[in-house]
């Protein structure tokens, strides 16, 4: 359907909506209501300031198990819920932890509940907060504590992690490990 000049003067004369909020309930193009709107002489609409707080509750929808469906944009590579906001990127999951902590997180922040890319601030943690669940978690499934260093000297108290089920691994040799795996793919093959 593509909207008449007239359609278009009856939204902007009520004044209370942007030219990309008319050129969404109209479905046309907002150049041409802003065309529209120069010609008319009229004001643009001011945007209706939201905190960040309010942004992010504004994309999140409640989901039965006490979940936060995040209904806003996703990264584009790995589908990560992530909020802009005045010319700043964040992502959704760190917002919620901040919301429940009052304090930026340390790494990543994400939640473990078990519903994809979930938002609520009691399921989202920090790596700090994630170690110390998973530590609980191994001692509750009867492990041990961790040894002080790993099989090649690596101090734990620094380098130790845990897997979500509470098996613990060295950090330090997971990324030596990695980054021996990406030295190799990049050598070119042997002739």
Known sequence: MNATDAEITTLLRQGNLS??????????????VGRI?????????????LTLEQKWASKT??????????????GSASRTPVLRYKDECHTAA???FRRRTGRAPEGYAFAECGFNHCVAPAHVDDEPGRQRTREQLRYLAGGQKRPAECV???????????????RAYCGQCK????????????????A
Not at 61 to 66: A, H, K, M, N, T
Not at 152 to 166: I, L, M, N, R, V
């Open 37 to 49: 709107r120069r010609d008319l002489s009229l004001p643009n609409v001011l945007p209706q300031p």
């Open 19 to 32: 030219n990309s909020g008319i050129a969404r309930i109209l479905r046309v193009d907002k150049h041409r």
């Open 94 to 96: 760190a917002l919620a």
């Open 175 to 190: 990324t030596e490990q990695r980054a021996a795996l990406r030295a190799q793919q990049l050598e070119p093959a042997s």
């Open 61 to 74: 929808r409640p989901v039965e198990g006490g979940h936060l469906a995040w209904t806003g944009e996703r």
């Open 152 to 166: 090649h000297g690596h101090d734990q108290a620094e380098h130790g992690k845990y897997e979500s089920d509470g």
